[in-house]
């Protein structure tokens, strides 16, 4: 199956409209979506590493803009829109625990490791600034420089290191999604214990 996954979003390089999917997936990824945009972000990049920083810019852009939708619907519609979002994705309770024991501090804390590695979710995130009341500017700043640092770096990897890089995803790509859901999963523990 990620065989099958990786092999189709490869595909989507292809395609004309692989930008504007990039694009969408990036924006509602930061407010309402599960799928993270790395999903089409990386076979783009990979398939093209000559576009790696255009797709970078595109994926950064698209994900501060659907972060700010993000903020607005916590900040002006929690109980009509984020409560059903966050209720969906069965993230309501540790949500609550999030908003009443959060500080700026933390907030940015957790947009800048949510933003570089996705652990909490972006859109988790996004919607607690919004509700505890983040500076919109402050939340913008660190927005670009969480998401468009990773989104940046890996398109410096991949222009650098382009067909090594695939030759070595392609062989080991259950290794690598295990491997890296670990990493994932250890830093957030890393970051609650630390704050708690």
Known sequence: MLRGLYDWTLSLAARKSAEWWLAFIAFVESSVFLVPADVLYLPM????????????????????????????????????????????????DEFEALRTSSGIGFIILMLITSGAAHLPPIKVVTILSGVIGVSLPLFIVLAIVARGGRFLLLAWLLRRYGVQIRDFIEKRLGLIAGAAAAVLIALYFAVRYATA
């Open 45 to 92: 990049a990979l398939s093209r590493p000559d576009r790696a920083y255009r797709y970078a810019l595109v994926a950064t852009v698209a994900s501060v803009l659907g972060g700010i939708a993000g903020w607005f619907i916590g900040h002006y519609a929690y109980e009509a829109v984020a409560k059903p979002v966050l209720e969906f994705y069965g993230k309501y």
